[in-house]
């Protein structure tokens, strides 16, 4: 079963999800005030040459290189300093289950997302319609956080810093959103609810793949000329 504190990390994003949802779906106080702090943020944008790079950070063309240049570095922890956690066939060391559950995560961005907009059909700030949550924020989020996820696994230092650089890649990728008019910012925070739940579980399926995968094999030093290679006295 999942850890204790993996079922509050889920929890409490599903919640704000759920909140979210049933706020756009009910025309409540909550989604009133959302458009009302969008049109303030939007009035009071920087300029496009400014927020929009922000907002394609949510792009699939900007956060999936992100997050394929930390698997790669995770293959190479484990090929050449065999990193903990990955296991492969004959013990090589390739991280299939971690990049899995990382790949797991990112397929259902689309999916759930997509399922979301055609159910609540929200307006967007500037017309058109199916704008609840944001895709290229959950893009963003999960992408970002996954590459974190992998670059711990993969022995990476200075993890609190990897998490706060997404955080802020996450959080200006949002605010460009709004910014531009491409969103509400609720569209913004539901898509974070999301990304959360998918990147906790991602965390949790990691975890136990570790604690499951076997060890990966010492490879032995070779022995000094003269010496012998197995335990003992040295050869006359």
């Given amino acids: 079963m999942p ?27 909550l989604r009133r005030a959302d458009e009302r702090l969008g049109d303030a943020l939007r009035a009071a944008a920087p300029p496009a040459w400014c927020a929009e790079p922000l907002a394609d950070l949510g792009n699939a063309a900007v956060a ?35 990049a899995l559950c990382c790949a797991v995560a990112m397929a259902l961005v689309p999916a759930v997302v997509s399922a979301l907009k055609a159910w609540t059909d929200r307006p967007g700030p500037l017309g058109g319609t199916g704008y609840f949550p944001s895709g290229h924020a959950a893009t963003a989020a999960v992408a970002f956080g996954c590459a ?6 993969a022995g990476a230092r200075a993890a609190r810093a990897w ?11 949002g605010l460009g959103l709004v910014w531009r008019g491409y969103h509400w ?7 974070w609810c999301l990304s959360a739940l998918l990147v906790a579980a991602a965390a949790w399926g990691i975890t136990a793949f570790r604690r ?14 003269g ?7 040295p050869g006359g």
């Fill in 3 to 29: 850890p204790v504190r993996w079922l509050w990390w889920a929890a409490l994003p599903l919640l704000g999800c759920a909140l979210a949802v049933w706020q756009v779906l009910g025309d409540g106080p």
């Fill in 64 to 98: 999936l290189p992100v997050l394929l240049a930390a698997l790669l570095y995770a293959l190479a922890a484990a090929r050449f300093r065999r990193a903990p956690g990955f296991a492969g066939a004959g013990g090589t060391g390739i991280p299939l289950g971690p």
């Fill in 185 to 191: 910012p609720l569209d913004v925070l539901a898509s």
């Fill in 227 to 233: 010496r012998s290679e197995s335990p003992g006295r």
């Fill in 148 to 153: 974190v996820l992998l670059l711990q696994v």
């Fill in 212 to 225: 499951s995968a076997p060890p990966p094999r010492a490879s032995r030093a070779p022995g000094r000329p």
């Fill in 163 to 173: 998490w706060t650089a997404a955080a802020l890649l996450t959080a200006l990728n």
